[in-house]
């Protein structure tokens, strides 16, 4: 799946199939915080609804996928998570350029918006975002193998430098 429409590539549904190394584009979504989805008709598809007036995308409507016993690790790591890349987003609009991030920075500031820069600073905002994303990999603890691309998703929000 692709997390942007605007940035997904053309489906390949005709033509020969792609080798399983190479992924492919079978549907997309859109989130934006607190709960605002967006899915494709593929990705309603995917998660068993006949089509997109069954169901309204949401984070509980992907929980209801995930067995009873790993809803609450799941929860704790979107949470701890969403936290995480709130406080790195506040920290590339400090530190990095519009050339760098490909969109304006200190645009919380000129518009006087109170930002975790101003209630830790910046070395406690990075330090607090590397400990809610240490609690968010630690919440996969419990799936081995099976969490290690949300566990490498997690790292990436907090280092990422655009």
Do not use: C
């Not at 089509?51 to 409507?61: E, I, K, L, M, Y």
């Not at 975002?129 to 997690?154: K, M, P, S, V, Y």
């Amino acid at each position: 799946m692709v997390a942007d429409p605007a940035r997904a590539r053309p489906s390949r549904a005709s033509g020969p199939a792609q080798p399983p190394t190479q992924p492919s584009v079978t549907g997309q979504y859109r989130w934006d915080l607190p709960d605002d989805w967006w899915w494709s008709p593929e990705v309603y598809q995917l998660h068993g609804y006949p089509d997109p007036t069954a169901v309204t995308p949401s984070r509980a409507t992907l929980l209801d996928h995930a067995a009873p016993a790993d809803r609450a690790a799941l929860v704790t790591f979107a949470d701890k998570i969403g936290l995480a890349f709130q406080i790195a987003d506040d920290v590339l609009d400090v530190e990095s350029t519009p050339d760098k991030l490909g969109k304006a920075t200190q645009k919380d500031r000129s518009a006087g918006k109170a930002t975790f820069i101003d209630h830790l600073g910046l070395d406690g905002a990075k330090a607090r975002a590397n400990a809610l994303t240490a609690e968010a990999i630690a919440a996969l603890d419990r799936f081995g193998g099976r969490g290690a691309l949300l566990a490498e998703a997690a790292r990436f929000i907090v280092e990422r430098k655009s």
